[in-house]
């Protein structure tokens, strides 16, 4: 039995204007999210987070939004983060076609056309810009889902579903760039770690005194290096006093250039173990062996 063809949402003349003043707005003053926190309807779960390397505020729709960024924004390779990038309309309308599946649609405006329903402009969490040895610039997308509203057994089999029908889309939008698009949950990034960057990024919102010269900035990391060593069961609090002392600056100062040490790789320290001001640091120890 043939499978009946699904009637696709229309392509409204709102929605083309939406799309032409965005790309005016892109061109004139760089990127920006196709959905803002204020236009999404997250009921709080939505952030607006300034990035050190982008140098822009991003705007993440939901907490598990966060892990991935700062997994990507701490990532050497990687040189810009898009969230909420826009797919173009007319593409995906004919990939949901090709594929069978309904396209998004804004079910609310129907009542203004007639009943029929409007296209969406479908949105990917994030588009990341990486750049090779060789300078080459590579996009890679990424689809972050909840695992429980990719498990039928806990999430309704037809919402499910519905969830996958989007994301064959997308992944078929790709297809045809010659880019692979990723899928990706909160199981795929461990927790600790994101919540270590998320304390040692802090540094660079004290920009000015992590400002040092290169000569200084190695003088503190030989120092905790030198007291890690002699006393590990100190407190990081505990180091940071004594280097602190030492140097003769401002306690402040000296945790701020730890953090960026650390968040550079400067100082070697498990990230898979949570870093406390009270507690010992988690250094990673070297093998005797070889």
Not at 122 to 130: A, K, L, N
Request: proline share 5%; charged share 25%; aromatic share 10%.
């Amino acid at each position: 039995m043939q499978q009946k063809t699904v009637q696709q949402p229309i392509v409204t003349d709102a929605e083309i204007a939406k799309t032409a003043r965005y790309n005016r707005d892109i061109k004139a003053s760089g990127y920006r999210p196709w959905v803002t926190v204020r236009q999404s309807h997250t009921y709080g779960q939505g952030q607006i987070v300034y990035s050190h390397k982008t140098r822009r505020e991003h705007h993440l729709l939901s907490r598990g939004e966060r892990a991935p960024f700062f997994y990507f924004e701490r990532d050497p390779t990687v040189i810009d983060i898009l969230e909420q990038y826009p797919l173009p309309l007319h593409q995906t309308l004919e990939i949901a076609a090709s594929l069978n599946v309904v396209h998004p649609g804004n079910y609310k405006e129907r009542g203004n056309h007639g009943g029929r329903i409007p296209a969406k402009t479908m949105t990917q969490d994030f588009v990341i810009i990486r750049q090779t040895e060789a300078g080459k610039h590579i996009l890679s997308p990424y689809s972050l889902k909840y695992s429980d509203a990719l498990d039928p057994e806990i999430t309704s089999p037809r919402v499910v579903n519905r969830t996958w029908a989007k994301e064959r889309i997308a992944l078929e939008y790709w297809r045809t760039q010659n880019i692979d698009h990723v899928l990706i949950t909160e199981k795929s990034f461990d927790a600790t770690i994101i919540y270590n960057l998320e304390f040692l990024r802090e540094c660079f919102d004290e920009a000015e005194l992590i400002q040092v010269s290169a000569e200084f900035y190695a003088n503190v990391i030989v120092r905790f290096r030198h007291h890690m060593i002699a006393t590990p069961l100190s407190t990081l609090l505990m180091l940071i006093h004594q280097v602190a002392y030492e140097l003769n600056i401002d306690k402040f100062q000296v945790q701020c250039l730890f953090q960026h040490a650390v968040y550079t790789g400067r100082l070697n320290i498990d990230l898979t173990q949570r870093i406390e001001l009270y507690r010992p640091l988690p250094v990673i120890r070297r093998s005797n062996a070889g």
